[in-house]
């Protein structure tokens, strides 16, 4: 249902599931651990996987922080998109990327929750791409000290929202680890 023209694949978009991202992060072995199951699924039924990998000056790039966490490797054919902001469309290769791989749509996971997955969403949703995130595969930190809700509030709350999201010609929505399907639409 996207409104791209002539896009009809799908692709895994994992972002920012970095060391210095997740260290920390609101049950990060279990993300990690469904993103990685994910990858998998994704690569057995040859469905690109794109990697995004943001950098800034407490990310810096090269730094071990900055590196993806050992438990996921990405493969060698698989894009690596680099991004200093939050949206990873913005200012980077990734429409190019998912462009050359006539992608439609995305199946979302990742970090964190409350920036750069949500903004993500947000972007290729009014772009045209149909978006579904995975309510089982994201999360973030902790940041109820500078008045933020609960990391389990704010996973919640996302998944709440963007179930709703709706665009003419588009489609949202979320779907649990074990429930992806590469090939329906959400």
């Not at 992608?103 to 920036?115: C, P, Y």
């Not at 149909?130 to 996302?158: F, N, R, Y």
Request: charged share 20%; hydrophobic share 40%.
């Amino acid at each position: 249902m996207t409104t791209l023209q002539n896009r009809p694949n799908t692709a895994l978009l994992v972002i920012d599931v970095q060391q210095g991202v997740v260290e920390g992060a609101h049950q990060r072995d279990v993300v990690v651990t469904n993103v990685g199951s994910l990858v998998e699924k994704a690569r057995q039924e040859q469905v690109p996987v794109v990697w995004i990998q943001h950098s800034d000056e407490g990310l810096v790039r090269g730094s071990d922080a900055w590196r993806i966490v050992p438990e996921l490797t990405p493969g060698d054919a698989e894009p690596l998109v680099e991004k200093n902001y939050g949206d990873s469309f913005e200012d980077t290769t990734l429409e190019s990327v998912l462009s050359e791989r006539s992608v439609g749509r995305l199946v979302v996971v990742g970090a964190q929750t409350d920036g750069c997955v949500r903004a993500t969403l947000h972007g290729a949703l009014v772009r045209g791409y149909d978006a579904t995130l995975v309510s089982d595969a994201h999360t973030t930190e902790d940041m109820t000290a500078w008045g933020a809700p609960s990391p389990e509030q704010v996973i919640a709350h996302t998944n709440l929202y963007w179930a709703y999201q709706t665009a003419p010609g588009r489609s949202a929505g979320t779907v649990e680890t074990k429930e992806v399907d590469f090939a329906a639409a959400s």
